[in-house]
């Protein structure tokens, strides 16, 4: 696997690649990498010639700079990880690489409608940050598949709805989420959870699968009130628990009228903010 540092070195290669009529895969990450970032390598590499990745913690997402600066960044592990896993390029750029005129030029597109809810009033601006560098990486790499996980449901909604808006042909593909044998999501955060909260850390699938489990027993007021309540144990704090509809993201109050919907919550686990999902029907 050859690493690149400077965008005018990958966008040389890659165009070497394309020219031989190679198609592109691209999974964008910000390190710290684990098996479930490895499941959307293997599911490029089986779908497409050339799998890039990118290792890149991107300042202008973090609207808590504490965040920013404990984020864990493991460049040589991640990089062995990939290449074990048949990722072709490794792109690991600075911030000058990325953003050269400055990261406060952003492009022109409103996702206010999606990011009303959930992570959105909680993370002022994330959002925001996720599409600038996402298009950034998109215009740098151009790839055909864009492989992100569902583990971040909202990010890949506003993901998809830029990918329309904009009207760019690279097509984004959706991966399960890969859970621990105790059912707790994989994320590059669950490494800063203590040895006791990483214990008690299962409730959010658990939570979110007896709500599955009741969600034609129960209203989703009751519903909602019930999972506040499991989650809500010593050393958590649940932030928001939402049943939403899967297209719009928007809350819904009665399963039934909707074709698509996801129960998604965020929990403070101590310091570390867990995020998890699950799609109801
Ligand atoms: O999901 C992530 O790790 C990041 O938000 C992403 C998509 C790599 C953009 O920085």
């Given at each position: 696997m050859k690493v690149y540092k400077t965008v005018r070195g990958l966008q040389r290669q890659l165009d070497k690649e394309r020219k031989n009529g190679k198609s592109i895969g691209f999974v964008p990450?910000?390190?710290?990498?684990?098996?479930?970032?490895?499941?959307?390598?293997?599911?490029?590499?089986?779908?497409?010639?050339?799998?890039?990745?990118?290792?890149?913690?991107n300042p202008t997402q973090f609207n808590d700079k504490g965040d920013l600066k404990k984020y864990p960044r493991t460049l040589e592990k991640d990089a062995k990880m990939l290449a074990d896993h048949g990722c072709a390029y490794l792109f690991a750029p600075s911030p000058k690489q990325v953003y050269p005129k400055g990261d406060q030029e952003t492009i022109q597109l409103d996702i206010s409608q999606l990011t009303q809810y959930m992570e959105g009033p909680n993370r002022p601006g994330h959002f925001e940050g996720v599409v600038q560098v996402v298009h950034r990486l998109l215009e740098i790499v151009v790839p055909d598949n864009l492989y992100m996980g569902q583990k971040d449901f909202q990010q890949f909604s506003i993901i998809a709805y830029m990918l329309k808006k904009l009207k760019l042909k690279t097509k984004l593909v959706v991966c399960d989420i890969m859970r621990e044998e105790d059912g707790l999501a994989m994320s590059s955060r669950n490494v800063r959870l203590t040895k006791a909260n990483r214990a008690k850390s299962p409730i959010l699938f658990q939570t979110l699968s007896f709500v599955k489990k009741n969600q034609n027993k129960y209203k989703v007021k009751t519903l909602e009130k019930k999972a506040l309540e499991m989650l809500d144990i010593r050393s958590f704090r649940p932030e928001y628990f939402s049943i939403v509809d899967g297209k719009t993201l928007a809350p819904v109050s009665d399963i039934s009228k909707h074709k698509f919907v996801v129960a998604c919550t965020a929990v403070w686990a101590g310091e570390v903010r867990l995020i998890d999902n699950m799609i109801l029907k």
């Open positions: 990450t910000m390190g710290a990498l684990h098996a479930g970032h490895m499941s959307l390598i293997k599911k490029s590499t089986s779908q497409t010639d050339i799998t890039v990745a990118s290792v890149f913690v």
